[in-house]
């Protein structure tokens, strides 16, 4: 072949060789067994005594599983260490209660969602037992820290009347010390009450001019007083107060770490505490440490009425949606197969008949 064949020659397989298309990226390849994160997550995830898993996610989970013949194990991990088992592809899903976000699917994918919902706001019921709410400010420490000062402020006032009075009033403020002492206590409380009964008044100078000071100082005294044992006592007013998210940064907010709640009271700039799960929230709202937990709503219902029914009650409206999905390493070979099943159902009639044996008629 003579140089100039061999140059066409050449040229026409380099050519050939620059327009076929590349050989398409293969899929990864799934494992035998997959690695399945998930967290208790009361109703959608839910641990048994035996160790067996259930719920509204769980189920569904493991029918796609079935169709999708994919064998798996389950593995308990807190809400960072799933995000973060899922985004370095340690977990091949998370499966939950887990919220699409925008700043986890800059990390991750998700599936199709399968149950759509919002936030809600959990208060105590108070209307059901406001006795129990009564007597719970009346012994707080607060309260009785009120009460001891002034028993205090009184006894000073009654040392000084019978110090006065002890010689030249002895019918009234004399006999043994603690009597007398006993009886300038008593005169120094009606006196600051403006009861006034008469049965016993100061008759030297120095009485009359304690008495004179008091009169004033008691009229101090008892408005304070009188301001704390009414908001000791308006046990339903706060309650009442509480009808949605605008009512929020008035009161004591709690929260779940990590949470799309949590995200939310951050974006308001309204002052929250938070928990490391929703129960241990609602035990502080139950015992009086919070005024409202910010959560996701069906999962406040569920665990209201399973743990608090008739002590916590959760507002009829929801705020901000959420939309629940299971989560997948980017890339994920999964992610195809599973909208597909998922798509089938959650539009069966089985799958209503599960929300409604979980949640109720909430839903």
Not at 100 to 113: G, I, L, N, W, Y
Not at 151 to 179: C, I, T
Not at 181 to 188: A, C, E, R, T, Y
Not at 206 to 232: E, H, K, N, P, Q
Request: with cysteine; aromatic share 10%.
């Amino acid at each position: 072949m003579s140089g100039r064949h061999f140059s066409i020659v050449f040229t026409a397989i380099s050519v050939l060789g620059g327009v076929c298309p590349a050989a398409p990226a293969q899929t990864p390849a799934l494992p035998a067994q997959l690695i399945i994160g998930t967290k208790e997550t009361p109703p959608f995830a839910m641990k048994g005594p035996d160790g067996k898993w259930t719920g509204i996610s769980i189920d569904l989970w493991q029918d796609m599983a079935t169709r999708l013949k994919l064998n798996y194990t389950f593995k308990e991990m807190d809400l960072d260490q799933l995000l973060a088992g899922v985004t370095n592809g340690t977990l091949n899903a998370a499966v939950a209660a887990i919220s699409v976000t925008a700043e986890r699917e800059e990390v991750m994918d998700f599936t199709q969602p399968f149950f759509t919902t919002g936030l809600g706001i959990a208060v105590s019921d108070k209307a059901t037992a406001p006795w129990l709410g009564v007597l719970r400010r009346l012994v707080s420490w607060q309260f009785l820290a009120v009460i001891s000062l002034l028993a205090l402020v009184l006894s000073a006032v009654g040392f000084l009347m019978w110090l006065f009075e002890r010689r030249g009033n002895a019918e009234q403020f004399g006999g043994k010390p603690l009597q007398g002492i006993g009886s300038g206590f008593w005169w120094s409380a009606v006196t600051m009450t403006t009861v006034g009964y008469g049965d016993k008044a100061p008759r030297t100078f120095g009485g009359r001019m304690v008495g004179l000071i008091w009169m004033f100082v008691a009229i101090i005294i008892i408005s304070s007083f009188t301001a704390a044992i009414t908001s000791a006592l308006t046990v339903n007013q706060l309650g009442s107060s509480i009808h949605g998210p605008k009512d929020l940064p008035e009161v004591r907010v709690a929260t779940v770490a990590g949470t799309t709640g949590e995200s939310y009271l951050q974006h308001q700039h309204i002052v929250y505490k938070t928990y490391p799960d929703a129960l241990t929230a609602l035990k502080a709202l139950a015992e009086g440490h919070e005024d409202a937990v910010v959560y996701d709503a069906p999962i406040l219902q569920y665990l209201t009425r399973e743990n608090y029914h008739g002590r916590i009650a959760v507002l009829p409206h929801t705020f901000i949606r959420q939309d629940y999905a299971i989560a997948l390493p980017q890339g994920s070979p999964l992610r195809e197969p599973l909208n597909l099943v998922l798509e089938t159902e959650i539009r069966s009639p089985h799958w209503q008949e599960r929300i409604y044996r979980y949640l109720g008629e909430e839903y």
